[in-house]
């Protein structure tokens, strides 16, 4: 079946130092990939999403590309901050029957950034 | 912009109780979620509904009930609560193609 797969349920890091947020994923369809932060006690939001034109998504300094050949869309940034402390989800949507999106998430990450 | 409202924020219950979780949004998105959040376990789709009136089953739809009553409100019945589900409940929507989603704050239930 769909699938999201993140491999690490917490990383923790210094200031400073690169961001990357591992996701793998398994489907039947050409879906769309996307990256979701929580901050504590809020809702989720979308921070990253796939284009179909090989085009890279940025927002706030991070990045991810899409790579079909490995099923990957890994989440990075060059310099961690503080305010990146958040919980990260990798999630992909496809076209279920009724023409309509269904929309899997992986375990998530915790990402901890420390001074 | 739109809002996702989700009410009650807090819900404690009894074992066995029924309780019902509601969920409204102002975006006139078709297709509404309700997931399911544990620490370690990501969002576990619930139920789903593309319209008015349809439900369509997530992979973890035993032991709840749900109803799409109007376009806007999508509400969610926990059928017997059991104090292995406390989590929180997460409400979302989505256009059609999945590509723009908002998420509500959450539902926190305790089950006592």
């Known amino acids: 079946g769909d699938s999201v797969t993140q491999t690490e349920g917490l990383v923790t890091l210094t200031e400073g130092l690169p961001v990357m947020l591992n996701c793998t994923y398994q489907?039947?369809?050409?879906?769309?990939l996307f990256w979701y932060v929580q901050h504590l006690n809020e809702a989720p939001k979308l921070l990253l999403k796939?284009?179909?034109?090989?085009k890279r998504p940025e927002h706030q300094g991070f990045h991810a590309t899409l790579h079909k050949s490995s099923s990957s869309f890994h989440l990075q940034k060059s310099s961690a901050q503080l305010s990146d402390s958040a919980l990260y989800y990798c999630?992909?949507?496809?076209?279920?029957?009724?023409?309509?999106?269904?929309?899997?998430f992986g375990e998530g990450t915790k990402l901890t950034v420390s001074s | 912009g739109g809002i996702i409202t989700q009410t009650p924020k807090f819900l404690i219950g009894q074992e066995g109780q029924k309780l019902t979780l509601k969920c409204q949004q102002n975006?006139?998105?078709?297709?509404m979620y309700w997931y399911r959040q544990d620490s370690g376990k990501g969002l576990r789709l619930i139920y789903y509904?593309?319209?008015?009136?349809?439900?369509q089953k997530g992979d973890l739809s035993e032991g709840y009930d749900a109803s799409r009553e109007k376009k806007s409100s999508f509400s969610l019945t926990v059928t017997s609560a059991q104090k292995n589900e406390m989590a929180v409940f997460l409400c979302?929507?989505?256009?059609?193609?999945?590509?723009?989603?908002?998420f509500g704050k959450g539902t926190r239930l305790t089950v006592v």
């Open positions: 979302a929507s989505s256009n059609r193609a999945g590509t723009e989603v908002f």
């Open positions: 489907s039947t369809y050409s879906p769309f």
């Open positions: 796939s284009f179909t034109d090989n």
């Open positions: 999630a992909l949507s496809f076209f279920h029957q009724g023409g309509s999106a269904k929309l899997i």
């Open positions: 975006f006139n998105h078709d297709t």
């Open positions: 509904s593309i319209t008015e009136n349809d439900l």
